[in-house]
């Protein structure tokens, strides 16, 4: 998927390099300007991990990271461990043992509407859809989960290519 974004741009890149034509002798007429006004500006700083477009950032990991094994095998498709809890501001590295191409990812139905974004920014930009990581294939690979700034609750997740395998688990932040 990314080769082909790449490819689009690359392409887009060329066509604009080309494009154009003849260009007129710049015209060297002299125009007054005007400078007796002034400009005040103001800069504005944002805070870490908040935004000024309302979109939530990714929050930092502020507690323990739990190891999660996504593993496929004679045995079936499964989360190692799939239920768990952890505390608010901890980590989850989901890693690939076996059995891939796995990702993680949450239906948005289960998930409270006031978590929605945050969790959704916590993935990580190596997502391919809202609060669903990009499919990892090789074992060593990994997709970690920030749970800063969520509130206790249960999140269920998944695996999606695994799910009619019953590949999910839920977490519950304390």
């Known amino acids: 998927m990314r080769f082909y974004g790449f490819a689009v741009a690359v392409g887009v890149l060329s066509l604009g390099a080309c494009a154009g034509g003849e260009q007129k002798p710049a015209d060297t007429t ?4 005007d400078t ?3 400009t005040n500006t103001t800069t504005t700083t944002t805070p870490a991990g ?3 477009s309302g979109a939530a950032t990714l929050a930092p990991v502020t507690g323990a990271t739990k190891t999660v094994n996504m593993v496929g095998d004679a045995k079936g498709y499964r989360f190692e461990p799939a239920n768990f809890t952890i505390k608010q501001g901890d980590a989850v ?3 690939v043992v076996s059995g891939g191409p796995h990702n993680v990812a949450f239906d948005p139905a289960t998930i409270p509407a006031d978590v929605k974004g945050q969790l959704d920014a916590n993935m990580g930009t ?3 859809g809202e609060l669903s990581s990009n499919m990892k ?3 060593g690979e990994s997709i970690t989960v920030s749970f800063g700034n969520i509130k206790p609750g249960q999140y269920p997740y998944h695996c999606t290519p695994h799910l009619a395998l019953n590949m ?7």
Do not use: E, L, R, W
């Open 168 to 174: 999910k688990g839920v977490i519950t932040v304390q």
């Open 50 to 52: 908040s935004s000024t």
């Open 137 to 139: 294939m090789n074992p």
């Open 93 to 95: 590295k989901f890693v």
């Open 36 to 38: 007796s006004t002034t």
């Open 30 to 33: 002299h125009v007054a300007v």
């Open 126 to 128: 190596d997502k391919m």
